[in-house]
């Protein structure tokens, strides 16, 4: 199945996953190597990228997740087609 990952500021990545009729959660597809892509970290998966950039709360730190429009968390589960959305979180200037 097909999954888009897009972040805010960055380009989309699109990635090929095995699954099946009950779908993955974003934790798995965030495990898949190629997902640091969307972060800049072409080597490296999307947790692994986050967690070496942002320690162990990196997915809050990073932004909120959304899929196909809809809040969602690691544990959220996703379909072929899923278009999951990282809206980084914006630091309040002086």
């Known amino acids: 199945m097909r999954i888009e990952i897009?972040?805010?500021t960055s380009s989309p990545?699109?990635?090929e996953m095995e699954g099946n009729d009950e779908g993955v959660t974003i934790?798995?597809?965030f495990n898949e190597p190629g997902t640091?892509?969307?972060i800049g970290?072409?080597?490296e998966t999307l947790l692994e990228a986050i967690e070496s950039e942002y320690g162990d709360?990196?997915?809050e730190k990073l932004g909120?997740?959304?899929v196909n429009s809809i809040s969602a968390t690691?544990?959220?589960v996703v379909y072929g087609g899923a278009a999951i959305v990282i809206i980084p979180k914006v630091k309040a200037g002086r």
Do not use: H, N, Y
């Open 64 to 66: 909120s997740i959304r």
């Open 27 to 29: 934790r798995d597809v």
């Open 36 to 38: 640091g892509k969307v």
């Open 6 to 8: 897009f972040r805010v």
């Open 57 to 59: 709360a990196g997915i």
């Open 74 to 76: 690691l544990d959220t």
């Open 41 to 43: 970290r072409d080597d």
């Open 13 to 15: 990545v699109s990635i």
